[in-house]
C-alpha cells in the first residue's frame, strides 16, 4: 500500500520544478524557525476553532497544510498575519513568533507585520485597476512615491511571478481583463512587490486549469529559498511536488508535522495514514 | 384510448389559454407605462412643434430673456435653464459630498446597532413630501440664513438649493452605500493583507472599485434636482434670471411650468404652449442624465461579471 502511495507521488515529482528543489536541499537540515507557533487556541465566539497547535515552521521553506474541510487551515494561516482580526468575536491564546517578534504582542504595528507576511487568496482577487497599479499598490502604501523606482519594483516583480513577458506591453489594462491563472500570478505579484519574507497561501491553484496550476507551482519552486511559504492545499500531488515539510490538520489539532517525503511514505499517526491513502483512492 | 387523448389534449389547451391570458396581462401591464410615455412624448412633441413655428429654435436655446407672460415676449430659456442648474448645483454640494460620507460610514465604520437606527431615519427623510420641504426652505431655513447673510432676499436660489440637496441626501447615501457594499470582501482582504489601513483601504480600493455605481447614484441625484418641483416653486421666486447669485431669487424650468398651470393664461395661447416647449427641454435633460447614470452603472457591473 505504502508503496502505491510513495509511486503515486514520483509521477508528478518527475515533470515539475521539484529537480531543483532537490538541489537546495542541504538548507532544510540546519535553518532556524521563522514562524514559531506555541500552544495557539483560537475561537471564532463560542466555537474553538484551533487547539493547541505548536510548531515551528523554517524559513526559506515550503511548508504545505493539509487536512479534511473545516480542519482549520485557512483558520490557522489566517492567524500568522493576523488576518482574524478582521472577523468580529475572534479571539486566540499562545503566542507566535515571527522572525524573534511575537505578533500578537502590544508593540506590534499590524501594518509592519502584513508587509512581512505576505498573503495569496484561494480566488484570485485583483483590484479593478491597471495591471501596473495592481502591482505598484503595496509600495505606494508603504511610501514608496518616486515613478521610476515603482516601474523597476513592479518590473521585477511581475518578472519574479513569471507574468512580466505576457504583460510587458499591456501594463496599462485592467487587470481584470487577464485569464484566471495570471490573475493569481498577478496577485502573487502583488504580494511580492512589497518585499515580504513570508508568502502564506491559500489553496492559490484550486480554481485554476492544470496548466495554470502547473505554473503556479513552478513559481513556488522558484521563489522557495528566497521566501517562507506556507501552503494550504487539498491537492496531495500537489504538497508532495512543492513541499519540504508537511503538516496535518484535523479537527483544529495539528496531527502530524515533518518532512513531506516522511508524512506521504512512513505517517506516525493512523489519522493521517488513512487520510492520505483515502486521498489517493 | 382514443377518449383519453381528447381529455388530455383539451386539458393541455385550457392550460395553454391561461398561460395566454396571464401572458396578455402582463404585456397589457407592460404596455401601458410604454403608452403613457409615448402619449407623454408625442403631446410635448406636438406641442412643442406649434410653439416652435411661432419662434425660432435658436431664440428659445439661447435667448437670455425669458419674459412669455409679458407684454413684449421673449422666449430665451437660459434663464430658466441657469436658475435650474444653480439650485441644482447648490443642492447636489450638499448632497455629494454629506451622502458619500454617509454611505462610507454606513458601510465602513457603523456598528449593526448604528446602522439600523440610521438607515430606516434615512428612508422617513426620503418619504417627507417635498412641499412640506419647500415650507421649511420658505419659512424656516431663508429667515435663519438671512441671520447669517442680511443681504439675502426673501427668495432665493440658496435655501431652496440647501433643502433640495438634504432632500436628495437619503438616495445618494443609499445608492451609493449598495455600491460599496458591492465590493467583493475579497478586494478589502486583499488590500489589508498588503497592509494597507483601514482609510488606505477604503480610498485606494473600495471607493475606485465602487466608482461606477457612486457616479450613477451621484447623476441620478443630479437628474432628480433638476426635476425637483415644489420646493424651488415655493422658495426660490418667480424671476426668470440669468444670474449665478444664490442670493437673488431665481425661476427653474418646473417651476415655470407651475406657474403658467396655475395661472389664467389661456389654452392655446402661444405663452401657454411655452409650457410643452419648456416641458420638452426638461423631459430630454433628465433623459439624458438617466440614460448617463443606467451606461455608467452597466459599464461597471460589466466589470465585476466580466
Ligand atoms: N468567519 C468564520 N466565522 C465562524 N466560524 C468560522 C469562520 N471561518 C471558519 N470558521 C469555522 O472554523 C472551522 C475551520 O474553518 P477553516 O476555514 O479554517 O477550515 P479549512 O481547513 O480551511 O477548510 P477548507 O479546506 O474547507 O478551506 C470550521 O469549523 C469553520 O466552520
Ligand atoms: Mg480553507
Redesign the pocket.
Known amino acids: 500500500m505504502r508503496h502505491s502511495v510513495a509511486h503515486n507521488l514520483d509521477i508528478p515529482m518527475i515533470n515539475t520544478a521539484s529537480s531543483n528543489k532537490q538541489s537546495e536541499q542541504p538548507q532544510s537540515q540546519t535553518s532556524t524557525p521563522c514562524i514559531a507557533v506555541r500552544d495557539l487556541n483560537f475561537y471564532?465566539?463560542d466555537?474553538q476553532?484551533l487547539f493547541d497547535i505548536s510548531l515551528d515552521i523554517e524559513a526559506g521553506l515550503v511548508t504545505a497544510l493539509i487536512?479534511p474541510?473545516?480542519?482549520?487551515?485557512?483558520?490557522?494561516l489566517r492567524t500568522i498575519n493576523r488576518m482574524n482580526d478582521l472577523?468580529a468575536g475572534t479571539r486566540h491564546e499562545g503566542e507566535i513568533v515571527v522572525s524573534g517578534h511575537e505578533i500578537y504582542g502590544k508593540k506590534t504595528d499590524l501594518v509592519s507585520l502584513r508587509k512581512k507576511v505576505g498573503m495569496v487568496f484561494q480566488r484570485s482577487n485583483p483590484f479593478p485597476k491597471s495591471i501596473f497599479e495592481n502591482v505598484a499598490y503595496g509600495p505606494k502604501i508603504h511610501g514608496t512615491k518616486n515613478k521610476s523606482r515603482l516601474a523597476e519594483i513592479v518590473e521585477k516583480s511581475l518578472l519574479r511571478a513569471d507574468l512580466w513577458h505576457e504583460v510587458k506591453d499591456r501594463l496599462g489594462d485592467s487587470a481584470l481583463a487577464l485569464s484566471g491563472g495570471q490573475q493569481q500570478r498577478l496577485c502573487i505579484a502583488r504580494a511580492l512587490a512589497v518585499d515580504p519574507e513570508i508568502l502564506l497561501m491559500d489553496?492559490p491553484a484550486s480554481a485554476l486549469d492544470p496548466r495554470s496550476t502547473a505554473k503556479i507551482e513552478n513559481l513556488i519552486a522558484e521563489l522557495r529559498g528566497d521566501y517562507t511559504i506556507v501552503i494550504?492545499t487539498?491537492n496531495m500531488q500537489q504538497a508532495g511536488r512543492v513541499s519540504d515539510k508537511t503538516a496535518f490538520?484535523c479537527d483544529?489539532k495539528l496531527v502530524e508535522y515533518g518532512d513531506t517525503e516522511a508524512i506521504f511514505t512512513k505517517p506516525q499517526q493512523q489519522q493521517t495514514e488513512d487520510y492520505i491513502r483515502g486521498r489517493f483512492g | 384510448m382514443e377518449q383519453v387523448q381528447t381529455i388530455s389534449h383539451a386539458g393541455i389547451s385550457l392550460a395553454e389559454l391561461k398561460e395566454k391570458c396571464i401572458h396578455a396581462i402582463f404585456l397589457f401591464c407592460g404596455c401601458v407605462s410604454i403608452f403613457t410615455t409615448i402619449g407623454i412624448v408625442l403631446v410635448l412633441a406636438l406641442e412643442g412643434a406649434f410653439f416652435f413655428q411661432e419662434v425660432p429654435l435658436t431664440e428659445f436655446l439661447f435667448g437670455t430673456e425669458w419674459t412669455p407672460l409679458f407684454f413684449n415676449k421673449s422666449f430665451g430659456i437660459l434663464p430658466l435653464v441657469c436658475g435650474t442648474l444653480l439650485t441644482s448645483a447648490v443642492a447636489l454640494c450638499v448632497a455629494l459630498p454629506l451622502g458619500l460620507i454617509i454611505a462610507i460610514y454606513l458601510s465602513e465604520f457603523a456598528s449593526s446597532r448604528a446602522r439600523s437606527v440610521l438607515k430606516p431615519t434615512m428612508e422617513v427623510l426620503a418619504g417627507i413630501p417635498t412641499v412640506v420641504y419647500g415650507y421649511f426652505a420658505l419659512l424656516y431655513v431663508t429667515p435663519l440664513l438671512q441671520k447669517i447673510f442680511p443681504e439675502l432676499l426673501g427668495f432665493n436660489a440658496l435655501s431652496p438649493g440647501l433643502v433640495m440637496g438634504i432632500m436628495i441626501l437619503p438616495m445618494v447615501a443609499s445608492l451609493s452605500e449598495d455600491a460599496i457594499y458591492a465590493v467583493p470582501g475579497s478586494l478589502r482582504q486583499g488590500a489589508y493583507a498588503l497592509g494597507a489601513g483601514k482609510l488606505q483601504t477604503i480610498f485606494g480600493v473600495i471607493l475606485p472599485a465602487a466608482f461606477g455605481g457612486i457616479a450613477a447614484s451621484f447623476i441620478l441625484a443630479m437628474s432628480r434636482a433638476v426635476g425637483e418641483t415644489m420646493i424651488v416653486a415655493i422658495a426660490a421666486g418667480q424671476q426668470p434670471q440669468l444670474t449665478l447669485n444664490v442670493f437673488e431669487p431665481v425661476e427653474t424650468m418646473t417651476a415655470f411650468i407651475v406657474q403658467v398651470s396655475l395661472g389664467d393664461t389661456p389654452h392655446g395661447t402661444l405663452a401657454y404652449r411655452t409650457i410643452f416647449a419648456v416641458g420638452g427641454a426638461l423631459f430630454v435633460l433628465t433623459f439624458l442624465l438617466n440614460s448617463l447614470s443606467l451606461w455608467i452603472r452597466g459599464r461597471y457591473q460589466e466589470r465585476y461579471t466580466g
Open positions: 471564532y465566539g466555537t476553532a487536512g474541510s473545516g480542519c482549520g487551515k485557512s483558520t490557522f472577523i489553496e494550504v487539498h490538520f483544529g
